[in-house]
C-alpha cells in the first residue's frame, strides 16, 4: 500500500515538474548586424528560430535582437530576398550572445518572387532599372541615355540624339563612366543624322546609377549630372539576339564564379526615320560597333578587367530637293529648295580600359586602372541649294537666292589615363580615394564657309568686294595634361531620431594648359526618420568645377573678314555650387507600391562660357565672360500603376539665365516646363502581350539667327511634344515552363527549344500623333538683309517591327 502510494507521489511531482519546466527555461538573447558581402548593411531581413514560433527582421542599418528559450540546440535561420540563407547552430546558448551575419548574393536568377517595394534613396544616386526597356518604343534603338531623358530634370527635344540635358546644363556637362572609366563621344558632330551609337551598349548593362546634382567628390570635373554604369558579369550562358527596321544587335555571354566574358555587336540605321523629313534624297548612315568585357578573378584576393570597343560612324547624304510650310493661319509661307552635292562624313573611335583589383580582407579594395581613347572624325560636304520663298495668302514671291555651303573639316584626339583607388570599410565608414592622371592630344583642321546670294546680290553686299557671310579656319594642335584627387567618406549611423546617412568628399584638379589649381568640398544627408519610415529626406550641396575640354577654349576672332580659331590660354574653369532639398514618399495604393519624390534645387553659376546651339551642336564664345544661375523643382511618381509593371511621371519647372556684357539672357537650355510619361500595362489575365507607352512635353527653346551672339537669341521654338507607343507579344516563354515552337517539332531544332527564354515580337508607332516639332532653323536672307526663319522639322509617323529573343 505504501510502495503504491510512493509511486503515485512520484509520478504526480513528475507531472508537475514537466508542466511547469518551459516557465523556468532560461531566456536567450541575441543581437547584432547583417551586412552583404562588401559590408553594407541589409534592412528587413528575416530571422527566425527553427521549431519555435519566434522571429524578427533587421532594422534601416541592419540591427537585429531576438530572444528565445534555451535549449540543447537551438538553429536560428537568416533569411532575405536576393541573399544567400544562412544557419547558425548554438549549443545550450545562455545569456546574451552578440553575433554577426554575413548574407552573399545570390548567384542564380530568383523564380516566381515578386518584390514590390521600391529602393530607399539616402544619397544623391538613384538606382534605375532598364529591366522592361527593350519592349519600350524608342527611335534611338533603346539607348540608355534615352531612358534616362525620362527622368525628373532631365530633358531630350530630338529623338534622333541620345544627347540630353540635366538642369539647366547643356550635354558637354554631363559626365559618363563605364565600370569607374569616363568615356567620351565624337566632337565635330553637328546634327542627329550624324550621330550614331552611344558608347553605352544596353545589353551589357547590369546597374545604372544616376544624379541629377549635388554628386559625390569621386565623380569628375563637370557641372550639371553623372551617369554610373556598370556592365554585368554573367554567372552562366546567356545571349540576346535583336533585329528591327533601325538595325540589329547580338550579344553573347558566359561565366562562372572566377571568370566572365561578354561580347556584343550592333548596328544602326536611321534611313528609314530619315525619310520623314522635309528634306528628300538618298540618305545612307551605317553605324556599327563591337564591345567586349572580360573579367577573370584568379583567387579571392586578385581581379583584373578589360573593356574593348571600335565603332564606326558612317553618314552619306546626297540631298535632292526640299518643300516645308510654315506660318500661321493669317500669313502662310511656303519654302522650295532643289540641292545639288552631296556630304560624307565619318568618324572612327577605339577605345580600351584596363582594372586591376587587389583585396586583402574584406574591408579593402585597392584598384590600379588605366585607359585609352582615340578618335578620328572627318566631316566634309559641297553643298549647292536654290530656293523659292513665297508668301501663299497674297500670292507674293519673297525672294529667291543660292546657298553654298563647304566643309573639309577633320579632327584627331588621344586621350589616355592611369590611376590608382582604394576602397575601405571601417565600422559604420565608407572611405573612398582616388588618384588619376590624364594626357590629352588633339589635332585639328578645319575650313568651312557658306556664300548667300539673294536675287543675284552675295550677301553681306557692299557694293565693293565679294564677301563671304561665313568663312571658319582651324589650325591647331594641343598637348596637355590633368591631374586629380579625391577622397570622401559615407557614415550611417541610427539614433532615437533615426537613420542618418552622411557624405562628405574633396576633389583636387590641375590641368597644365592654363597652369589651375581647383579644389571642389561637397557634402550630403540623408535622413530616415524612426517615427515614420515611409519618408526619406536629403539635403547636399558642393562646389562643381568644369575644367574646359577642346570645344570650350577655342576663341572665335575675326581677321580680314575671316573667323580664326585661336586658343585661350587664359580660360577657367566654369564653376557651379549646388544646394539641393530632396524628400521621397513612399505609400501603398490598392497594395501596390509607390514613390514620390520631390527636389528643389538652385545653382550658382560663375566663369560660364557663353556658347550658341543649333542642332546638336554647340558652339562656345571660347571665353569666361558670364555668370547666371539655374532654378527649380523636379517631381516623380513612380509606382505600379498595373500590377507586376513600374510606371512612372515626371514633371520639371526650370528657370536658368546667363549675365553677359551687364544684361540678362535666357540660356540656351532655358526649357520652363518638362513633363514626361512612361507608362506599361498587360492585358488582363496574361503576360503574353505588353503595351508601352512613353509621352513628353517639353517647353521651346531661346533661338536666333546662325553666327550671331546671345543677344540675338530673343525668340522661342514652340514646344516639343511627341508620343510613342509599341505593342508587344511574347511568341514563347512566360506562362509557360518549357519553350515548344509548333514549327521546330520534329526537326533538328527542336532540341535547342528549351534553351530560349523568351521571344518577343513587336510593333512600334513612333510619333504616334504626327506632331511636326521643330529641330532647328533654315535661315533665309534677302537683299535688304532680311531674315526668315524657316524650321526643320523633326521625324514624322513612323510604324516599326521588331524581334527580341533571350537565350
Known sequence: MKRTLTIRLLLFFFSLLTAIAPCLAERVTV???????????????????????????????????????????????????????????????????????????????????????????????????????????DATGGSVESFIATQAGVSSTNELSTQYNVRGGNFDENSVYVNGIEVYRPLLIRAGQQEGLSFINPDMVENIGFSSGGYEARFGDKMSSVLDITYRRPKEFESTLSASLLGANAYVGY???????????????????????????????????YQTYLHWRPSDEWSMGFIGNISQNKYDFVPHDRSTSFGTLAS????????????????????????????????????????????????????????????????????????????????????????????????????????????????????????????????????????????????????????????????????????????????????????????????????????????????????????????????TTIVNGSYHVQLNRDIRSQRSIHFVAATDYSFRIFDRPFKFSAELYYKALSNLIPYNVNNIRITYYGENCASGYATGLDMKLFGEFVPGTDSWLTCSFMRTEEKIGGRWYPRPTDQRVNISFNFSDYFPGTDRWKMSLRATYANGLPFGPPHSGREKQIFRAPAYRRVDIGMSYRLVGGERNRVEIPFLQNTALASTQSA????WLGIDAFNLLSIRNVNSYYWITDINNQQYAVPNYLTGRRINFRILAEF
Open 31 to 137: 543581437k547584432g548586424v547583417i551586412r552583404d558581402e562588401h559590408g553594407s548593411p541589409i534592412e528587413v531581413a528575416n530571422i527566425f528560430i527553427e521549431k519555435q514560433l519566434i522571429g524578427a527582421t533587421s532594422n534601416l542599418n541592419g540591427e537585429y535582437t531576438i530572444s528565445f528559450e534555451s535549449a540543447d540546440s537551438v538553429v536560428i535561420v537568416y533569411s532575405m530576398i536576393g541573399y544567400q540563407t544562412r544557419r547558425r547552430i548554438l549549443r545550450r546558448p545562455t545569456g546574451t550572445i552578440t553575433m554577426d551575419i554575413m548574407l552573399p548574393s545570390l548567384n542564380m536568377e530568383l523564380q516566381g518572387i515578386t518584390v514590390k517595394e521600391t529602393r530607399r534613396q539616402t544619397g544623391t544616386m538613384q538606382h534605375i532599372s532598364m529591366k522592361e526597356a527593350r519592349l519600350t518604343p
Open 255 to 289: 561565366g562562372n564564379r572566377r571568370f566572365s566574358l561578354t561580347n556584343s555587336i550592333r548596328y544602326k540605321t536611321s534611313e528609314y526615320l530619315l525619310g520623314t523629313l522635309d528634306t528628300h534624297g538618298e540618305y545612307n548612315p551605317a553605324f556599327i560597333d
Open 332 to 555: 502662310i509661307r511656303y519654302l522650295n529648295v532643289f540641292f545639288a552635292g552631296q556630304e560624307q562624313d565619318r568618324f572612327q573611335t577605339f577605345f580600351g580600359s584596363y582594372n586591376l583589383s587587389y583585396s586583402p580582407n574584406t574591408s579593402s579594395i585597392y584598384c590600379l586602372n588605366a585607359s585609352a581613347y582615340h578618335t578620328n572624325e572627318r566631316e566634309t560636304y559641297d553643298i549647292i541649294s536654290q530656293y523659292r520663298l513665297d508668301q501663299v495668302d497674297e500670292n507674293v514671291n519673297l525672294g529667291v537666292g543660292t546657298y553654298m555651303e563647304h566643309a573639309r573639316n577633320y579632327l584627331q584626339a588621344n586621350v589616355m589615363s592611369i590611376g590608382i583607388s582604394g576602397e575601405h570599410k571601417i565600422d559604420a565608414h565608407h572611405i573612398l580615394w582616388g588618384l588619376e592622371a590624364k594626357d590629352e592630344q588633339v589635332r585639328e583642321r578645319v575650313n568651312e564657309w557658306e556664300y548667300r546670294d539673294s536675287t543675284g546680290y552675295s550677301i553681306p553686299h557692299t557694293g565693293q568686294e565679294l564677301e563671304l557671310i561665313y568663312n571658319l579656319r582651324s589650325t591647331n594642335d594641343v598637348h596637355n595634361h590633368r591631374f586629380s584627387a579625391y577622397v570622401q567618406d559615407t557614415w550611417r549611423f541610427t539614433s532615437d531620431l533615426g537613420l542618418f546617412v552622411f557624405n562628405a568628399g574633396l576633389r583636387a584638379s590641375y590641368w597644365t594648359w592654363n597652369h589651375e589649381p581647383i579644389v571642389s568640398p561637397r557634402a550630403s544627408l540623408g535622413f530616415v526618420p524612426a517615427g515614420n519610415e515611409s519618408f526619406t529626406f536629403r539635403l547636399a550641396s558642393g562646389v562643381y568645377y568644369q575644367s574646359p575640354f577642346y570645344k570650350e577654349y577655342r576663341d
Open 756 to 759: 530560349v527564354r523568351n521571344i
